[in-house]
Every structure is written in C-alpha cells, then in structure tokens.
C-alpha cells in the first residue's frame, strides 16, 4: 500500500514519525511512503519508497521535504502534479482545515477519488462543507474515503461505530470534541481569566490556525455536522448547528457551574426528540456523574446513545497532532485490511 | 453464515430477540439461526432456518426449545450430536460459566473447533481457564474464535483494540468488569448496608449463578486474565491474580472513600512496572477525576493506557444479558465480514 502524503505540518510531521516508530506494523501490513507533496516546502517521490528517518532528518535541517537529494527519489516541482499523474494507492491528506471555503483539501480529496485512489483525510473543514459530495465521489469509484483523524483526534469514534457497534443505531450524541475549548475551561476551573488561560493554550501551541475558529465554537460545529452525517445519517448542514463559543465565558460562569455540582464544558449535541432534530454547540453545565464531566484538559470524549446496548462512552486523554496522526495511520491499515 | 446456538439461558433467549428484533441486519448479512441445543430444554434444528419468533413464542409457552413441531424442523434428543453431526458455519456458545472446570463450555467449544467451526462464545469461565488451549484450536483450523461477551457484557473491548486501537502497545489497563459489585457499590453508597445491596441486586436478578462468583472477585479476576491474554499476550494464570472481592466492605470504607474524595471500585489492575506483573482485583478508592469513577451501577468500563495516544476509556451503561448477547451477534457479524 503505497502512501502519498499531501500537506506536512505537525499532523504530517507527526504521521511520518509514527511510520518510522511503528516500523514493524508498517512493514508487515507493507505500508510504505512514496511521495510528500507540500505546496511551499518542496515535493518529493521514490516509487521504492521514502527512507522516513532520512526524511525527517533532512526537514528538520533545512526546513524542506526535497533536501533527499541523494536518494534518488523524483524531486517534482508541483505537489498537483503527484497527485494526479503519479502512482499511489492511498492518499493520505493533511492540509490545515479551511471552515468556510473547504480548500483546498476538497479538491485535493476529489482528485485522488477521480484517480480511483483511496482517500484518508484529516481535514474537518472540507469533510464537514463536502461530506457528501466527496462521499458520494468515493462509492463512485469504489474505493474509501476514511475521515477518523477529523473527529476526536486519535481516540477511535467511527471506527469503534463501524466495527464496534453494527446494527446499532445511535439516537443521541454528546461530544467534547475541541481539545483547546476543554483545556481553556479547565485551566478556567482551577482559577484563571480566560484570556490568561487562552495564552496558556497558546504556549501549548495546540492553535495552529486561527485560533478563534475553536474558541467560537466553529471547529466542534464543523467536527459535530461530520458526526450527525456520517453516525446519525442526517442531511443537515452547519447552518443548521446552534453554535455559541466559549469567547465570553466569565469567571462566573464557571463559579456558578461549580456552585450547582457541575462543570462547565463546551458540548456538541445532537438529538432527535419531539420538537425535531436539535444541534448544537455551547457551553453546557454537566453534572458530575456525567460521563464526559471528568475530561480535563486536551482530553477529548463522545457519548453515544444506542438502541441496544444503552449508553457507549469513549473518550482520549490527550488530542495534539500525534493522536491525529495515529488516527491517520489507523485509516490507512484498515483500508488495507479491506 | 448459519448459526448453532448452544445454551438458551438468558443470555442466549436474548440473543434470539436480538435476531429477531435486527433482522434487516441479520438478513442483509445472510445470518440465519439454524439450530438450538440445550441438555435439559431440547434441541430444534433447521437448515432452512429457524423462524426466531415462533421458538420464542413457543419457548414462553412451553418452556422448551423443541416445541416447534409444526414448523418441519428435526427435533434431536442430543446437543452433542447437534454439534458433532449436523450443518453449520459458527457455533454461539451460551452455556453458563463454571469458573473451576470451565465445562461443558470447553469441551463444546473444542469439538466446534475441531470440525473447523467458527466459534462465538460469551464463556468467561472456559475462556479463562483454557484461553490458551482454545485459541490454539482456532488457529490450527483456522477458524475464528471470538470473545467479545465475556468481558465489559456488550460493550466492544477486544473489538475496539482490534478495529480502534492497530498497532497501539497497551501498557496499563484498570476496568470495573463485575457489574453486580458496581452495583452493591453503589446502592451501599447511597446509604445502604452490604446485605441490603446485595438483596437489592438479587432482586434485579443480576446473578443467574453462585452470586458469590461475583461477590468475591473471582468473576472479575476471570476477566482480568482474558484481557491480560488477549490484549496485552501476558503468560499468566487465574492464581497469579491477587484477588480480593467487596464480601468484606463495609459502610465505614465507602465513607472512608468519601472522606478522601473517591469512591470505592472493584477494580482490575494489570500493570507491568518496576517490580515485574501487578495483576490484582480489589476494591479500590478512585478519585472522582479518575476516568471509571463515575460508572455507577451496572455500568461497566476500561482504561487502556496506550503507548501512542495515552489513555483511552470505554465505558457502557448497562451489562445485562441483553448487552452480552449483543456482543455474541457482533462477534458472528465480525466473523461474516472476514
């Protein structure tokens, strides 16, 4: 299963890490790096594949994905160019979420599925605006198109739905999904502003992006409106998400969560009772002995209402770039599975 | 994929609601009962298929499995024979645990195995005394065994480190496993004494067997050596188990636990550290930030601690027989899927 991997941040970074550290799991599922396509740090492929460690040992040096001179592998001038004239079998794309336009992961994904290529994105942004174009794109042709690293980071959800729970229909759903807005409540909790505990996350370096598009409550919509599409089967879009942030939560706000025996949170819920479907993000007071209330910091959870088996609760005690690439590789060794 | 029920306890009369009450999924699936063998209630088989609802409709009235006369299928005096002689693709396997001699669950089992069978089995007994002996058959014929229902009832465990979690190293797992002590503990929680708990979970009808099983851990320790086995490949044996159960606790140590800002669990504890194995069962006080700390009840949950993405817990509401035989019928689909 040859990879091509388009976008090399920390979560690409991170996902070539985890091919060099989990040499053994690769090698036997014959995974291997072909190609890196970046559109500012240089393009590199090696039908043979890529020496990982060399790779990583040269962009840490000098910054560029193309330093591999010596290893004979195609410098390429133009990551389009991989996508769409080079051999590969499964892309792995990992380009920074854009929430309002989709790119330009949208058209990278829908390039490799008009290839027949199996498609693994982390993008949340264009899965949550192209769900169902890019969906129905890859039944056409055939071949997958895995999304697990765009909800929960590396804690399986969708996978656990998929092959955990068959036959089960979910009826409910509440997630803490943005790891950023549960650390900044956290840090909140034990006594800090919000703006002091929004530079705290910042010195985390857990906002690669603008990071208001957390802080508002815009990622775990978009991470919400892929859950209710992909879990739930709803055609709804995220104009139909009731979103408020966490931008104005006060001290007070937190006090008097503590004061009724709870904890503020920022929950993306979804139910379907008698006055229709109800979507939404915001903070929420959740009541000690609730599942998700114990999740602290960059921990990250879903609670799942089944018609079977009751409640199923997930969660992950950790959500930065590394899990996200775990979860990256994990989609690429189940497409392999078949 | 035609299914031999063995054992019609509850677990295996709610397995048979669960085809009936999931037939688009059985159907779609190509799942169809074929036989039930019981030592006292019976034997029916079909190679057609059994119509599910009428053997429950007839079982209700009459108390036996064989009681569909008028349907054509064979009625047989021998649930051996059943197994041994007639037609089959996977063996569920539902008799009740025996935690000494893991029999008749055993040897039903091996001769599945042996006639290159698939087998799904929710025997925690059998599963943890001959684990080993057991797998060892499947692989020989290679065929499936599965084992989902015998730990965390059904919610998905070895599924999710399967499917959720390739390639992940788990290091440490804690898990309340036993639901009838959650539940004792907890009712003793809210103010009441052991033996009116106890008394209040008989009346739930939690503990079809020797509640002692239970009470004193050696349910649990069962369970613990299957995860230790299956998740994390340890060489070890029932008596390596420190095993302590909750028969002795009294009101003054759930306060205790209280005082100290915990609760008390029964907690299973494999940890590999410093000092070689620690594999134990015991009551355990859990701060109230501790992920399985708010399991109340007949919840039951796991905390894996992974070597790539930190901890990831699993938790469900509820572990009756419903949930396990959920776990049975995931288990045959899993096996259908390939």
Redesign the interface.
Known sequence: MRVLLFGCGRVGRSFCE?LSR?RN?TASASISLVGVATRSRGCIYNPYGIDVDNLLKWEALTGRLDALLHEGGLILNDADEMLEDLDYDVLVECTPSDFELGEPARTIIKKALERGKHVVTANTGAMSLYYDELMEGSLQRGVSLLYEATVL????LF??V???????HVKRFEGILNGTCNYILSVMGMGSSFDEAMLEAQRRGLSEQNPWFDIDGLEAAAKTVIVAKSMMSLDIDIKQVSINGIRNVTMQNIEEAKRKGGKLKLVSRIEINSDGLDISVGPEILS????L??L?GFSI?ALLLTD???????????SGP??TA?SL??DV??IKRG
């Not at 980071?153 to 399986?156: I, L, W």
Request: glycine residues 14%.
């Open positions: 985890l989990k799991i980071s590396g804690t399986p996978s656990l998929r092959e955990g729970l068959p036959g089960c000690l002995n609730h599942p209330a114990y602290e959870g079977i088996i009751g409640e199923v609760c997930i969660s992950g005690s950790s590394k899990e775990y590789l994990r060794l189940s």
